[in-house]
Structure formats: structure tokens, C-alpha cells
């Protein structure tokens, strides 16, 4: 049996008030895409028509799942409740079966279509930060999309810290293409700055590897070299 809390909270406290269970969530502006078209952007199709309605205005969006036997769901569920009442707390819904559950997950699910609809180059990092961090990074990455002109909308596993960031611009605007590099740079300095990594799911690719001694000593990148040479010795692996 499955039982999904859904917290609408309009601060950030609430994400480590909470200690157990499975969390998603999405930041203010993720948010604003799935309750209403975001200012100067009006995309011909919404959130609402990829799953989601009827959302308030919020801060953000907690979803927390939690899974076991009946009485242990049950027991979880209420606790999570507890905890979230409080100052801030704009609206709680609990699922108590599939059609619940889905229906309070079509949030979530509904915001990468809809991103797709409101630029179209997307940079999306999956970075991670302590739990603890988590209301720095969010408040930093407002403060880099402020500065660098560049619209970043943020969701993901609040349980773990692992935050999806995603810079939205549009090449052909001269503007948006040259802050973009900038504020990707800008990203991974903030989340190594709050004691966390590139990745927290992905790995480290073409985008990342440029970035990787500011994450890692000089030392420890050549043990990794090292042990990659011993392997792979023609460098034929990627």
C-alpha cells in the first residue's frame, strides 16, 4: 500500500523538518509554470494540458511518499502531516489509493513537458547539495538567473538533495547565449561552495568534465587517470 502526503508550503522549512520517507519537490518558479504562464511568455500549451490543475500559488510543492505495511503507512502518513502544519503550510492533500496517488504525482510529472514549451534550449544539471543546504542553493540559483538574465527553474529529490536546475534560453537571443555559459559556471561554484558535487545522479559528462578539478584535487583526478590507464591503456573508452 502507498500513501502520498502533498505539502503546497510557501517556504523552504518544511523540506528538513521532515526526516523519512521518499521526497520530490519543485521551487517557486518551477511552480509558477504549472499555475500559471509565466510573465512575457504565454506557450501554447501549459501545464494543466499535460496533467495538472487546479494548483494554488505557492512557494513550493513538497511530495512525500512513504511504503510499507498498513498500519506503518498509515502511522507515517500522519506524522509527515503533523510535521507540516505549521507556519507557512498553505494546503496538505493526502492519497490514500492509485487514483490518489497519480493524481497528486500529475504536479510533478506535468513540468518537464512544459518546459519544453517555454524555451527552447534547456541546460539541465542534476546537481546536489546537503539537505541542510538546500534553501542556499535555491535562494543562490535565484540570485545567478537575477544577475545573469537567464530564467533557471528547479526541481527534484528533496530527500536526497539532489536538485534538477534548468537553464532556459533562447540561442537566437545574443543576450541569453552568451550568459548562459557563464551561469552554468556560476552553478556548479555555488553548489561546491555549499559543500556538494556536480552530480547526483547523471555522472559527469562532456558539459561537467571541464569542471571537474574545481570539484576534485589535483591528486585525486591523477589516481583516477591512473587507474583508467591501467584499464584502458589504448584510451579507447570514453
Known sequence: PIALVFCVIAIWLLLWAINSGQYDDLD???????????????????????????????????????????????????????????????????????????????????????????????????VVVPVSRLAALVDGLAAISARSGIPIVNFGHAGNGNVHVNLLYRPEDPAQAAAAPGALSDVFDLVLSLDGTLSGEHGIGLEKRDFMPRAIDPPALAAMRAIKRAFDPDGILN
Open 28 to 126: 517557486k518558479d518551477a511552480w509558477r509554470i504549472l499555475a500559471d504562464d509565466p510573465p512575457e511568455v504565454t506557450p501554447a500549451t501549459d501545464a494543466r494540458e499535460h496533467g495538472a490543475s487546479d494548483l494554488p500559488p505557492a512557494g513550493a510543492m513538497l511530495l512525500v511518499e512513504v511504503d510499507g505495511s498498513v498500519d506503518g503507512v498509515l502511522a507515517a502518513a500522519l506524522a509527515i502531516e503533523r510535521a507540516a502544519r505549521g507556519a507557512g503550510l498553505l494546503e496538505l492533500q493526502r492519497g490514500d489509493d492509485p487514483a490518489a496517488v497519480a493524481r497528486l504525482w500529475s504536479a510533478r510529472k506535468a513540468l518537464s513537458p512544459a518546459l519544453r514549451a517555454l524555451a527552447p534550449k534547456k541546460i539541465n544539471e542534476d
